[in-house]
């Protein structure tokens, strides 16, 4: 009887000791560890560091008033297939930028519009922006050659 | 010979905690600039152009050369787009990125612009391809 209490007492000890050792304060830290850098591993794998670049264009609200413009701010461009029509002269891409340089100093707030064909290429939209951005032209107006919007 | 029996009973250890540390910051770092590929729907030819950094939060518009529109992904007619932009009115504040085929005749690109302003997506971006210095 009093070695089956005895050994009662031993086991319960046991018990107690694997417990204590169980809850001893310390987590293991080494699968978070792991964990980690298989999802840093999925990310550099994944991403990419393209940047998406672009020609930013407000459009009018159709709410929108008119703007009166005077003759001498205006610089009016039709984009062909192959280079500018500006009053009536074909003209190309580098002449394109002299005149609007020019007329950037002529009058600083200088407005340019484009008015473009419906045959013509998408290309030569963008092209026409993005020279108007390069002579720091911001104010732009895109237009139909053929009238409406 | 005190030292070295000291020196000889030291135990090379590696501390893993600072490696997981690091990992962890890295993880941070790849998750915060990672962007996702937006839904092209087809493969264009961008034009080039002196270009400025587009936001990542758009609506993505893509047409391709024989001036099929994919809005987010998936083909629609210009009617359809219309639709499709009514039903997101909450999100016209955001811009919306058109990447279409530098060869696509204009009069696609007219039809679209007017849907967007007719559904009030006032702000748009035209893709393009960035210039290099020396294009300039």
Redesign the interface.
């Known amino acids: 009887m009093e070695k089956n209490i005895i050994t009662g007492r031993i086991l319960a000890r046991r018990k107690n000791r694997e417990l204590f050792r169980k809850n001893d304060g310390i987590t293991d830290?080494?699968s978070?560890?792991d964990m980690?850098?298989l999802?840093?591993i999925f990310?550099?794998v994944?991403?990419?560091?393209?940047?998406?670049?672009?020609?930013?264009?407000?459009?009018?609200?159709?709410k929108s008033g008119s703007v009166k413009l005077m003759d001498n701010q205006i610089i009016e461009v039709y984009p062909e297939n192959a280079g500018f029509t500006v009053n009536g002269k074909n003209i190309s891409r580098e002449e394109l930028i002299t005149k609007m340089h020019m007329q950037k100093e002529l009058h600083k707030d200088s407005v340019v519009i484009i008015k473009?064909?419906?045959?013509?290429?998408?290309?030569?939209?963008?092209?026409t922006?993005?020279a108007a951005?390069?002579c720091r032209i911001l104010r732009v107006s895109?237009k139909?050659a053929g009238g409406g919007? | 010979m005190k030292i070295k029996s000291i020196a000889s009973r030291l135990r090379p250890i590696a501390i893993g905690a600072s490696m997981a540390d690091m990992a962890l910051l890295l993880l941070v770092f790849f998750m915060a600039t990672t962007t996702t590929e937006p839904p092209k729907g087809v493969e264009v030819n961008l034009p080039r152009a002196l270009t400025s950094g587009a936001e990542q939060d758009n609506l993505y518009i893509t047409v391709s050369a024989r001036g099929t529109i994919y809005f987010e992904g998936h083909i629609v007619s210009i009617s359809e787009l219309n639709d499709s932009l009514a039903n997101r009115q909450r999100e016209k504040d955001k811009t919306v990125a058109i990447t279409a085929d530098k060869n696509l005749n204009y009069s696609i690109i007219s039809e679209m612009l007017s849907v967007l302003q007719d559904q009030d997506f006032l702000n748009i971006v035209f893709m393009s391809e960035p210039k290099s210095s020396r294009e300039i």
């Open positions: 830290s080494s978070m560890g980690a850098f999802l840093l990310f550099i994944t991403s990419s560091f393209i940047l998406r670049q672009g020609i930013f264009f407000s459009l009018p609200s159709p473009m064909k419906d045959n013509v290429r998408y290309e030569r939209l963008v092209d922006l993005s951005r390069e895109l139909n919007k």
